[in-house]
């Protein structure tokens, strides 16, 4: 199943398919052996492919092939560099703050772009010559795409003996060269594509991977930096997730701030080698699970097959049609895409269904980093608003004629507007208490609020005083002490001692 799916990202970076493969090779082999996750498998993937493939063919236009390849494994380093740095200061864990629908719609996104990636092969062509595939050419790539996803898609449920994906690739290749050899059609294979990119190349034949110079001069890093920068934050998504989806299959705990570090260095060690960088692959993790592998050597093998494949398959690679690539990277759409999603809008609170809507749309329309920051956002300040409006207090008068506001709910920015309003200053009696015991203060904006009440009640000729302050609200009021001037008591029985001094 990597074979194929390595072929095809490469495919969609713009790239030469020898550096996908060898990107699913290192990735594969560096994150099972200093992977937190035993069991998961990394490679190149579509979703960091497809980030940098905006990058390489700006690049290949605006100065050449070679320049767009150095800056794609130099960022690819600077982006394992950037993982690394996530995993040591332990941010691994802000991975839970990601809302559910902030990854649905993310998800989304991401297959809509994946296969509009897709489209650019039903023309023929380059720059202004390109033209609609017409008649026999657009009929046979139509057809050998139905087969080579009808293949991937229902095979498995007859046997999963073999990868799907790899017996649709062989039969579409038998297809077509079939077809070539008795002059019937002659489809566009992957060695096409590759002279297409560049006419000196003849073959794909590769040794084992070479050490590849990285350049940080300041002309490739400010090229590389924002796409760098993006692909390390949707490839430890894409990872963690995977890890939280393998913790719940196995009934085990992976390490995420481990796992951060070890995709980092298996990016540095793909870059340095000549490797299009990647992630955790969530389907062939699950592939790998559920056949029972639960260690590091199914991951080391299944690298080390790839890598022989590399040496000894190249001839076989150059014969695969580009259709069954198209194919195939529709069956990763089709996989990808949240099906569910279009019952979930119906049955979602609104503003969750507008969140998912919007990354989707966003992460189309801009980039996958500003659509999930946008998501959290958006998620943040609607959980904001309706917890706010949560805040209440009942009210009592005790034996003293103290009214006493028993405060319901947190106090914070969500909330501090209608705390405020929570008060009867002109008509409450001279002595005025909010027991917090049931509510807490938890940012400078609820400090605030409670100063500005004591303010209000204070032009009043009016005291208010604070009761039951948990230890974080002590904390929270000493830092403010400066600016700020409020009563706080231990117990309603303050009066006894004001009465005792008088």
Same mark, same amino acid.
Request: aromatic residues 8%; negative net charge.
């Given at each position: 199943?990597?074979?194929?799916?390595?072929?095809?990202?490469?495919?969609?970076?713009?790239?030469?398919?020898?550096?996908?493969?060898?990107?699913?090779?290192?990735?594969?082999?560096?994150?099972?052996?200093?992977?937190?996750?035993?069991?998961?498998?990394?490679?190149?993937?579509?979703?960091?492919?497809?980030?940098?493939?905006?990058?390489?063919?700006?690049?290949?236009?605006?100065?050449?092939?070679?320049?767009?390849?150095?800056?794609?494994?130099?960022?690819?380093?600077?982006?394992?560099?950037?993982?690394?740095?996530?995993?040591?200061?332990?941010?691994?864990?802000?991975?839970?703050?990601?809302?559910?629908?902030?990854?649905?719609?993310?998800?989304?996104?991401?297959?809509?772009?994946?296969?509009?990636?897709?489209?650019?092969?039903?023309?023929?062509?380059?720059?202004?010559?390109?033209?609609?595939?017409?008649?026999?050419?657009?009929?046979?790539?139509?057809?050998?795409?139905?087969?080579?996803?009808?293949?991937?898609?229902?095979?498995?449920?007859?046997?999963?003996?073999?990868?799907?994906?790899?017996?649709?690739?062989?039969?579409?290749?038998?297809?077509?060269?079939?077809?070539?050899?008795?002059?019937?059609?002659?489809?566009?294979?992957?060695?096409?594509?590759?002279?297409?990119?560049?006419?000196?190349?003849?073959?794909?034949?590769?040794?084992?991977?070479?050490?590849?110079?990285?350049?940080?001069?300041?002309?490739?890093?400010?090229? !590389? =930096?924002?796409?760098? @920068?993006? #692909?390390? *934050? +949707? %490839?430890? /998504?894409? &990872?963690?997730?995977?890890?939280?989806?393998?913790?719940?299959?196995?009934?085990?705990?992976?390490?995420?701030?481990?796992?951060?570090?070890?995709?980092?260095?298996?990016?540095?060690?793909?870059?340095?080698?000549?490797?299009?960088?990647?992630?955790?692959?969530?389907?062939?993790?699950?592939?790998?699970?559920?056949?029972?592998?639960?260690?590091?050597?199914?991951?080391?093998?299944?690298?080390?097959?790839?890598?022989?494949?590399?040496?000894?398959?190249?001839?076989?690679?150059?014969?695969?049609?580009?259709?069954?690539?198209?194919?195939?990277?529709?069956?990763?759409?089709?996989?990808?895409?949240?099906?569910?999603?279009?019952?979930?809008?119906?049955?979602?609170?609104?503003?969750?269904?507008?969140?998912?809507?919007?990354?989707?749309?966003?992460? !189309? =329309?801009?980039?996958? @980093?500003? #659509?999930? *920051? +946008? %998501?959290? /956002?958006? &998620?943040?300040?609607?959980?904001?608003?309706?917890?706010?409006?949560?805040?209440?207090?009942?009210?009592?008068?005790?034996?003293?004629?103290?009214?006493?506001?028993?405060?319901?709910?947190?106090?914070?920015?969500?909330?501090?507007?209608?705390?405020?309003?929570?008060?009867?200053?002109?008509?409450?009696?001279?002595?005025?208490?909010?027991?917090?015991?049931?509510?807490?203060?938890?940012?400078?904006?609820?400090?605030?609020?409670?100063?500005?009440?004591?303010?209000?009640?204070?032009?009043?000729?009016?005291?208010?005083?604070?009761?039951?302050?948990?230890?974080?609200?002590?904390?929270?009021?000493?830092?403010?002490?400066?600016?700020?001037?409020?009563?706080?008591?231990?117990?309603?029985?303050?009066?006894?001692?004001?009465?005792?001094?008088?």
């Amino acid at each position: 199943a990597l074979i194929p799916e390595g072929v095809a990202f490469a495919f969609v970076a713009g790239v030469n398919p020898v550096v996908g493969l060898y990107g699913a090779v290192m990735m594969g082999l560096v994150t099972a052996l200093v992977g937190a996750r035993k069991g998961m498998i990394s490679g190149a993937t579509g979703a960091v492919a497809v980030i940098f493939a905006p990058m390489v063919m700006e690049q290949t236009e605006e100065m050449d092939y070679d320049f767009a390849l150095t800056c794609l494994f130099t960022g690819g380093i600077v982006m394992g560099l950037m993982e690394v740095l996530f995993g040591v200061l332990k941010f691994g864990k802000y991975i839970r703050l990601v809302p559910h629908t902030v990854a649905v719609g993310f998800v989304d996104g991401l297959a809509i772009i994946i296969g509009e990636a897709q489209l650019g092969q039903f023309y023929e062509g380059s720059g202004d010559d390109k033209t609609l595939l017409q008649g026999v050419d657009m009929a046979v790539m139509i057809a050998l795409i139905c087969l080579t996803m009808a293949i991937s898609i229902f095979l498995p449920r007859l046997t999963k003996a073999v990868p799907a994906t790899l017996v649709a690739l062989v039969t579409v290749t038998t297809i077509t060269q079939v077809l070539s050899l008795t002059d019937v059609h002659h489809a566009r294979t992957v060695l096409d594509y590759v002279v297409d990119m560049d006419d000196t190349v003849t073959t794909l034949a590769a040794g084992l991977p070479s050490f590849v110079v990285p350049s940080f001069r300041w002309e490739v890093l400010k090229v !590389v =930096l924002p796409y760098s @920068a993006l #692909a390390a *934050m +949707v %490839g430890l /998504i894409e &990872s963690l997730m995977t890890l939280t989806l393998i913790d719940e299959i196995t009934e085990t705990r992976g390490r995420g701030n481990l796992e951060c570090v070890g995709q980092g260095l298996g990016n540095i060690v793909t870059g340095l080698f000549g490797g299009l960088s990647g992630c955790a692959m969530i389907g062939q993790s699950m592939i790998n699970v559920k056949a029972g592998g639960r260690g590091r050597a199914s991951g080391i093998s299944a690298a080390l097959f790839m890598m022989a494949f590399v040496l000894f398959g190249s001839k076989i690679v150059e014969i695969i049609p580009l259709s069954g690539l198209v194919g195939v990277m529709f069956v990763v759409v089709w996989a990808t895409f949240e099906w569910g999603t279009f019952s979930l809008l119906r049955h979602i609170p609104k503003v969750d269904a507008a969140v998912i809507l919007i990354v989707t749309i966003v992460t !189309v =329309l801009e980039d996958l @980093a500003i #659509a999930v *920051m +946008v %998501g959290c /956002i958006l &998620s943040s300040l609607a959980f904001a608003w309706k917890v706010g409006k949560k805040v209440h207090c009942n009210t009592q008068i005790d034996e003293h004629g103290t009214k006493v506001y028993q405060l319901e709910g947190p106090l914070f920015f969500g909330s501090a507007q209608s705390f405020k309003t929570l008060f009867d200053y002109r008509n409450d009696p001279q002595e005025i208490v909010i027991d917090f015991r049931n509510s807490r203060v938890h940012d400078h904006s609820g400090v605030e609020a409670i100063n500005n009440v004591t303010e209000r009640y204070a032009q009043n000729g009016k005291k208010l005083h604070l009761l039951n302050l948990s230890a974080e609200c002590h904390k929270l009021l000493r830092k403010a002490a400066s600016v700020i001037e409020v009563s706080v008591i231990k117990d309603l029985d303050w009066h006894i001692c004001d009465d005792a001094l008088a």
